[in-house]
């Protein structure tokens, strides 16, 4: 069966908090979080292998915690620190430990954050005790309709996983020999920042890469977006070019840019991927539309990370389009994307008024419930300035 990228949304998520400026309680002056911070914790188990269910949303693995006795959406985000609700820390009153300017992968609009220690979060028979976490209500619309919160890497880190998002089950346990079953395909080291998050060195088109092995990014491959560079080393037709908004984090979309979709072979930890397809972007990732092609397992004690091939996926890869993508902006569908080389009728900032006579009430219905992924042709309703315009798409095949 062929694997194809679906390009309607076209916006890559974001979770990750990697950078972080730390100011202690009450004081003016910026100071360093201490690495205790992110070790604190404890975990106890019921069981010697513990079975997680998850749901994959929009390409992310999301499942369901207990907090103080209600049930909550956790995204599982390697590349992001534990967020929990800023109501379990009002219902808690969890004492703060320190304030910080909180970051998404966008860097411009940090925001003050309370870090507080969390006594107990369950997932089954699972509880983490006693964790570090930042307290925040997430507040991005489109966020808030895939998660609730997050399991991020300093949570992880406490015990070996075992993920396999084809049957939407994560395995756990204290020892990795328990998890292991099967022969490995590729094995990648990877180091770690200071909330855990682990990174592969790598390597596209000759530029050494640091991958971020990040969960909560719904794409395959990110690079930072040197636009130049990746289409002068590019094959013409491996290669398309995007315009406008590429990518969302916690805080919203990023802003307006010209970037780039490429396919091309990746190295990871001297291990080849021919034909893969990567996107241009705040930095170098690998996320969870790659790893849903195989069982992953993951060591955090040993610095380790295994992959299994998945017998259900293969590795040819192309993207199909109608040559746009859409988002909600003050409550109104907007085109906020297009690929130049799809020669699109439309043009960002359209308001997108219905599609298929279908009109779409909020960002919700659109991302859970849109049936474009299924049609090869769709009619198009928008409003450009006081005219209402109305447009046949057909899709397209890309970097096939």
Same mark, same amino acid.
Request: net charge negative; proline share 3%.
């Given at each position: ?60 693995? %999301? ?24 109501? %379990? ?5 969890? @004492? ?5 300017? /909180? ?5 411009? &609009? ?24 930042? +307290? ?24 070996? *996983?075992?993920?396999?998002? !084809?049957?939407?089950? @994560? ?18 080291? #990877? ?19 640091? #991958? ?10 990110? %690079? ?10 590019? +094959? ?7 315009? =406008? ?20 072979? %990746? ?5 080849? #991927?021919?034909?893969?397809?990567? !996107? ?6 690998? =996320? ?11 060591? *955090? ?13 293969? &590795? ?13 902006? $003050? ?10 080389? @799809? ?9 997108? &008024? ?15 419930? $849109? ?13 450009? =300035? ?11 095949? /890309?970097?096939?």
């Amino acid at each position: 069966m062929k694997k194809t990228i679906i390009l309607l949304l076209g916006i890559v998520l974001f979770s990750a908090c990697d950078s972080l400026q730390i100011f202690p309680k009450n004081s003016k002056g910026i100071d360093k979080i201490p690495n205790e911070f992110f070790e604190l914790g404890e975990v106890k188990m019921k069981n010697q292998i513990e079975t997680i269910d998850f749901e994959m949303v929009n390409k992310l693995p %999301v499942c369901q915690v207990e907090i103080n006795g209600k049930n909550y959406r956790f995204l599982i985000d390697t590349g992001a620190l534990t967020i929990i609700p800023r109501e %379990v820390f009002d219902e808690l009153e969890l @004492a703060v430990r320190y304030r910080g300017m /909180f970051n998404d992968f966008n860097n411009e &609009q940090p925001q003050v954050k309370d870090f507080v220690i969390l006594p107990s979060l369950k997932i089954n028979n699972l509880e983490f005790k006693n964790i570090g976490a930042v +307290a925040f209500t997430i507040e991005n619309d489109l966020m808030k309709c895939l998660y609730d919160g997050i399991i991020g890497a300093n949570m992880l880190a406490k015990l070996k *996983w075992k993920f396999d998002y !084809s049957n939407k089950k @994560a395995y756990a346990s204290k020892s990795m020999e328990d998890l292991i079953e099967e022969q490995i395909d590729y094995s990648f080291p #990877f180091t770690t920042n200071r909330q855990k998050s682990p990174y592969i060195k790598g390597k596209i088109l000759g530029k050494s890469l640091n #991958f971020l092995f990040d969960t909560g990014y719904n794409g395959r491959f990110s %690079v930072p977006n040197e636009y130049a560079f990746y289409k002068e080393n590019s +094959a013409e037709n491996q290669f398309i070019t995007t315009t =406008g908004v590429q990518a969302v984090g916690l805080y919203g979309p990023s802003n307006t840019v010209k970037s780039f979709v490429l396919k091309a072979e %990746v190295e990871v930890a001297e291990m080849t #991927f021919p034909d893969e397809l990567i !996107s241009g972007g705040n930095g170098a990732f690998m =996320g969870s539309e790659f790893l849903a092609d195989y069982i992953y397992l993951m060591n *955090w004690e040993d610095q380790v990370i295994y992959l299994k091939k998945n017998k259900k996926s293969t &590795q040819n890869l192309k993207i199909e389009s109608f040559g746009y993508g859409s988002l909600f902006v $003050n409550g109104k569908l907007q085109v906020v994307k297009i690929i130049e080389e @799809a020669n699109s009728p439309l043009k960002i900032g359209d308001e997108i &008024q219905s599609i298929n006579n279908h009109v779409y009430a909020d960002v919700c219905a659109y991302v859970l419930d $849109n049936q474009e992924r299924e049609l090869d042709e769709i009619e198009l309703q928008i409003k450009r =300035g006081k005219q209402v315009l109305n447009f046949t798409l057909y899709k397209e095949e /890309f970097l096939d």
